[in-house]
């Protein structure tokens, strides 16, 4: 299992965890999801916008919302790294 951080405040951000969530029961990848609403958490990050995704320690996106297809192909992806790791 790896983690993913959905970072920023907006209600937007919520709708990105949703999302994060049925990619990974899409695709079978189990995930830590946790989400960074935080300002002083979030400045550290030294994002230029959010919301921002971060898929196992990499920076996926920042200031949009990600397809559905992104998503899934950042999880699989990360799984695919996480096993042969």
């Known amino acids: 299992m790896f983690k993913v951080e959905v970072i920023g405040t907006s209600g937007e951000c919520s709708l990105l965890a949703a999302a994060v969530r049925q990619a990974s029961q899409f695709v079978g990848v189990p995930v830590k999801l946790v989400q960074v609403d935080e300002p002083d ?12 995704v971060v898929v196992a320690g990499e920076l996926k996106c920042h200031g949009s919302m990600p397809s559905q297809a992104e998503l899934t192909s950042w999880l699989t992806t990360a799984a695919l790294k996480y096993e042969t790791a």
């Open 41 to 52: 958490e979030i400045a550290a990050r030294k994002l230029p916008l959010t919301p921002a």
